[in-house]
C-alpha cells in the first residue's frame, strides 16, 4: 500500500507562469489536507477536501489559489500567475475518516524564478 | 501568542543524552500529533495520542489534556535522531483543523 505520494518533488517555475502540484492520498483515504512552508517557517494550513468538496478553505491565499480533489485522480493545488513569495514547500497529508491519524507526503518544493 | 508553542526552539545534545521537547496550547483539541521532519525531507508521523503516554522503540510521548500540555522524550538519543521535531493539534471543530508548532530543532552530535 503506497503512501501518500506528491509530484512533482521539486517544480521551478518564472514568476507568472501557473503551478499545479499533485497529491494522491493513500488507498481508501478520502480526506485531503494541504499545508504550506514558507523558508525558516512552520507549517501552515492551507484546505481541507473530500472527495468532490472543499470541507475548509480557510488558509487559502483568496487569489490566485484553488484546489481541487475530484471523484477520480488526485488531488491538485494549482497556483496561478505565481510570485517569488509562493516559493515553499507544499505538503499534502490524507486520512480514511475525520480525527484518524494523518499520512504526509514527502512535499513539493517550489521554487519561482 | 502562537495558538501551539514549542520549547525549545533549538536544542544540541550529546549522544546518548535523554532529551524533552516540549509543546504548549491554548486551542481545545481533540488529539496531538509528534511529527519529524528531517532537513529537506518529507514528514512523518510519530504518535497521535488524545490522553495519557504513548511508547515506541527510544520515544516517548505524553500528554495533560487539563493543562494544554505535552511532551516528546527521546532516550539514548543518537545522531540520527537529528531533525525538526513538531507538535501539531487537532482543533475541535466540526472541520478537523490542524495547527502547527513553530518546530524545535534538535541536533544530536556523536
Known amino acids: 500500500n503506497a503512501g501518500v505520494m506528491q509530484n512533482p518533488r521539486h517544480l521551478v517555475r518564472r514568476r507568472g507562469q501557473e503551478a499545479r502540484l499533485r497529491c494522491s492520498p493513500m488507498?481508501?483515504?478520502?480526506?485531503v489536507y494541504w499545508y504550506r512552508q514558507l523558508p525558516e517557517e512552520g507549517l501552515k494550513f492551507m484546505v481541507y477536501l473530500q472527495k468532490e468538496n472543499i470541507i475548509d478553505e480557510s488558509g487559502m491565499p483568496k487569489e490566485r489559489f484553488s484546489a481541487e480533489f475530484p471523484k477520480e485522480g488526485p488531488s491538485i493545488l494549482r497556483i496561478q500567475q505565481v510570485v517569488r513569495g509562493d516559493s515553499a514547500a507544499y505538503f499534502c497529508?490524507?486520512?480514511?475518516?475525520?480525527?484518524?491519524?494523518?499520512?504526509f507526503g514527502n512535499g513539493t518544493r517550489l521554487t519561482v524564478t | 501568542k502562537n495558538e501551539v508553542e514549542q520549547s525549545p526552539q533549538n536544542l544540541t545534545a550529546q549522544e546518548g543524552e535523554f532529551i524533552t521537547i516540549n509543546c504548549s496550547y491554548s486551542?481545545?483539541?481533540?488529539?496531538l500529533h509528534w511529527l519529524q521532519q528531517h532537513p529537506g525531507g518529507g514528514i512523518v508521523s510519530l504518535f497521535m495520542l488524545s490522553s495519557g503516554k504513548k511508547k515506541h522503540g527510544r520515544l516517548i510521548a505524553t500528554i495533560n489534556i487539563q493543562e494544554k500540555h505535552s511532551s516528546l522524550h527521546i532516550t539514548a538519543s543518537h545522531p540520527r535522531d537529528s531533525a525538526v521535531y513538531i507538535c501539531a493539534v487537532r482543533v475541535e471543530t466540526s472541520y478537523d483543523k490542524v495547527i502547527f508548532g513553530p518546530g524545535t530543532s534538535l541536533s544530536v552530535i556523536p
Open positions: 497529508a490524507s486520512s480514511p475518516y475525520k480525527g484518524s491519524p494523518l499520512h
Open positions: 488507498k481508501g483515504h478520502s480526506h
Open positions: 486551542v481545545g483539541i481533540s488529539a
